[in-house]
DNA sequence: GGGTGTGAAGGGTTTCACAGCA
DNA sequence: TGCTGTGAAACCCTTCACACCC
């Protein structure tokens, strides 16, 4: 067995470099052309060692003594997250969270781009969502087809996440981010993402709780837990 | 005051815990009365012995041999979680993301509750937003101190997300959810967490292309890498 | 000197296997 | 017998320290 050409990169590792490719999006803006391991870290919340190794995964990509060039480094990262093919995806659940997401320009920018939004709702469908027209649900096969999508994103309620999941599963996407507040089941080689918002609150508010209502001598412990973050 | 406090609960147990809390509440509504740690991994999406093990940091409380109690269980976890009582947040950027929030049923029902409204749009402010007045972003002092808020959640846009920052914990708010794409500083004791849904797409984007751009004599070490999850 | 690249150490989290009890 | 509770092992990731190169 001797692979190994493109190292294999920790999923950590890959949710970061998504982070450091915006900061230097920044940086080149702002007409930089070099940046340290230190500065790119510190922009980006993280550990400058961290930061090192991250990008020691796609091998040497700086300049011992200078830093990394603000645009080699964008290239190459923009690289290795899947380089700017637009890669198109559709929305099924297009209530708040769905239509807030449907015209965020953040993914615009990264290469992502909504090219179906289905919903059930009579009221929703056939309006204009981001530039797009809301289809009714039953569409769903069609537009996959049709689009050729690849990435599914629910923001359905939790009722009916499975079933539009198996939907997707069915029409061969293999790419799902879900933000229902259910676990889905799917077949080996399709990949679920969860993103549970309520969750991230809930857990500030425990460590909040755990902070306040803590006798002064389990407090050091407290802080200590709570400064790793 | 808790009266048994042996052991620190992990951070990432404390997420899990709050999913199995909402796992439970939807067997309470279909009347079981007992559930197993296997059929309780299961609906969380977990592995059963990781449940026991993250149950076990509050001490003993399921019966050998049967299960768990699913109103004990809920109750327990309830109270480790910081009891019911209500937390006031307020909610700091009043664009799409940010009214998907304000109304999400989600948060309500899990005893947090949106106190104040604030944004510097002034087509925004005035107009109400899941039952409440959007506030000038102005008042952001006098509503935290009006409303005791202990938790602060930002969906500005970046340029602006730590100047928000800064004036929150300069008013005593202590925990900070950031949807803005940036890494905010703050001073210790104050806790923040991010959550970057453009990330998370590039992240399945990234797993996504792996897999097929790949050769086959690859592709078992990507599907094991991806079956993880 | 200054800053990158990386082996080694450390800490935290998941998985396993089995002891223990209704 | 069945299922919980839990030490121990395995794994992953972060952090540290320092060699190495501009």
Do not use: W
Not at 82 to 97: D, F, H, K, N, Q
Not at 195 to 200: A, M, Q, Y
Not at 216 to 222: D, T
């Amino acid at each position: 067995m001797s692979q190994s050409r493109p190292r294999i990169i920790p999923e950590a590792t890959v949710a970061r470099l998504a982070v450091y490719l915006r900061v230097l999006a920044g940086l080149a803006d702002g007409g930089r052309s070099h940046v340290s391991s230190g500065e790119l870290a510190s922009a980006a919340g993280v550990n400058p060692a961290g930061l090192r190794k991250d990008l020691s995964y796609l091998g040497p990509c700086g300049v011992r003594g200078v830093g990394y060039s603000v645009a080699g480094l964008r290239d190459r990262l923009t690289d290795a997250l899947g380089g700017e093919r637009s890669r198109p995806c559709v929305l099924i659940g297009i209530g708040r969270l769905g239509s807030a997401l449907a015209d965020y320009a953040g993914f615009a920018s990264r290469g992502f781009e909504f090219v179906g939004l289905l919903d059930t709702d009579p009221a929703t469908v056939g309006h204009q969502v981001g530039g797009l027209r809301v289809r009714p649900v039953e569409e769903l096969e069609a537009v996959v087809a049709e689009t050729r999508a690849t990435i599914g994103v629910i923001t359905t309620p939790a009722e009916v996440a499975q079933s539009v999941c198996d939907r997707l599963v069915s029409v061969g996407v293999r790419s799902i981010l879900n933000f229902a507040p259910v676990a889905l089941t799917v077949p080996a080689g399709v990949d679920v993402r969860k993103v549970d918002l309520s969750v991230e609150l809930q857990v500030l508010a425990f460590l909040d709780q755990q902070r306040h209502g803590t006798p002064p001598l389990l407090a050091p412990l407290r802080a200590a837990q709570g400064a790793a973050r």
